[in-house]
């Protein structure tokens, strides 16, 4: 990966792990807490939070479930500028 693509993920990592976090403290949740709710380690939740752990989509969506918020949110977008598909033309991209 080029050198400018890995400086923009990592940042981008670690405005997510922000995002999460101030949602972890916003429920005023531990670490362990929120970490068993969604069944992963309390270190690996540290690393999400720090920007330094690339998580799954899975992960993601658990944090996002818990928190009572939409995946978007967590990526700071707010819906203004996105641009939506129809779900009568998904069918064009195939599977």
Do not use: W
Request: aromatic share 6%; charged share 25%; proline share 3%.
């Amino acid at each position: 990966m080029p050198a400018a693509e890995e400086f923009a993920l990592r940042s981008e990592l670690r405005r997510l792990g922000a995002r999460l976090r101030a949602l972890r403290l916003a429920a005023a949740e531990t670490q362990g807490s929120t970490a068993a709710a969604v069944a992963v380690t309390r270190s690996y939740l540290s690393e999400i939070e720090a920007g330094k752990a690339n998580m799954t989509l899975r992960t993601l969506h658990a944090l996002c479930r818990h928190f009572g918020v939409a995946p978007a949110e967590t990526f700071g977008c707010d819906g203004v500028h996105e641009r939506r598909v129809p779900l009568h033309d998904l069918d064009r991209f195939g599977d």
